[in-house]
């Protein structure tokens, strides 16, 4: 990663809880990610849905963590079936305007930029090697994984993700908002999700990479109020097992 990646992300923290009311918004740095996160599902008109969703993935996640062969059907169901994916278009459609709500400066929004695409590459890499392309439930997965990992330093497993992967397809899945959105407004909720879960994770190389802990706590802080955005519960009750996510 660009070393000057590091200088960008302590000012974007800073400039989000402390700058001028235009430029930080935000609010104050413990509420970075929820605040942003909720914007851009208020401005798409998803906030309910990912409440309502909130609510089926966790009675969805409860029966098939108790019921082994309930699990695998999901597994099968995602897989061959999956009720989250989209045709996407060509072009990204929420990474400018996300770095734009970082920064106005034209170096740093470049750099964003760079990061939030590279970001995305990563992401879809591994999407396409687990078979979930362009698939919602997978981009909402990969931000409660890395948020997850960033915020206790536990990677969770690839059988739980997938797992939490089947859940989440069949959580949006049985809800009548999402699947009245069109395929572009899918893609703007995988945006997001992508978007919320890179910009953490950045932070998180770095802090590692340098053996910064006041940075690596500033993200932490971050990627914790990003899970309870995602998932609807404060992060201290949420646990990852061998074979998927369970509320505490």
């Known amino acids: 990663m660009n070393p000057s990646i590091r200088a960008i992300l302590i000012t974007v923290f800073i400039t989000a809880g402390f700058g001028s009311p235009a430029s930080a918004q935000f609010g104050a740095p413990s509420s970075l990610s929820f ?12 906030a309910a849905m990912v409440r309502e969703t909130q ?3 966790d009675s969805i996640n409860r029966r098939n963590n108790s019921d082994r062969s309930a699990q695998t059907t999901a597994r099968a169901q995602a897989q061959t079936a999956p009720q989250t994916s989209f045709s ?8 400018t305007q996300f770095s734009q709500s970082l920064s106005n400066d034209p170096t740093i929004l470049s750099q964003l930029n760079e990061t939030f695409i590279g970001g995305f590459t990563a992401f879809e890499q591994e999407a396409q090697r687990l078979g979930r392309p ?3 439930a997978m981009a909402f997965t990969y931000l409660v994984g890395v ?10 497993s690839e059988t739980a993700l997938m797992n939490l992967q089947a859940n989440v397809d069949a959580a ?3 809800s009548a908002t999402f699947k009245a959105l069109n395929s572009q407004e899918r893609q703007k ?12 994770l950045a932070g998180y190389v770095v802090a590692t990479e340098e053996k910064d802990q006041e940075l690596l706590e500033t993200y932490r802080s971050i990627a914790g109020v990003s899970l309870e955005t995602a998932l609807g519960v404060r992060p201290d009750r949420l646990r990852f097992t061998a074979t998927g996510l369970e509320l505490r």
């Open 35 to 46: 605040s942003n996160m909720n914007a851009y599902l208020s401005i798409q008109k998803n």
């Open 55 to 57: 609510t089926r993935l």
């Open 88 to 95: 996407s278009s060509p072009q990204r459609l929420l990474v």
């Open 134 to 136: 362009n698939n919602v």
């Open 147 to 156: 948020c997850y990992m960033v915020h206790y330093g536990e990677e969770p």
């Open 172 to 174: 949006f899945g049985s």
């Open 189 to 200: 909720l995988y945006e997001t999700f992508v978007l919320m879960a890179t910009l953490p």
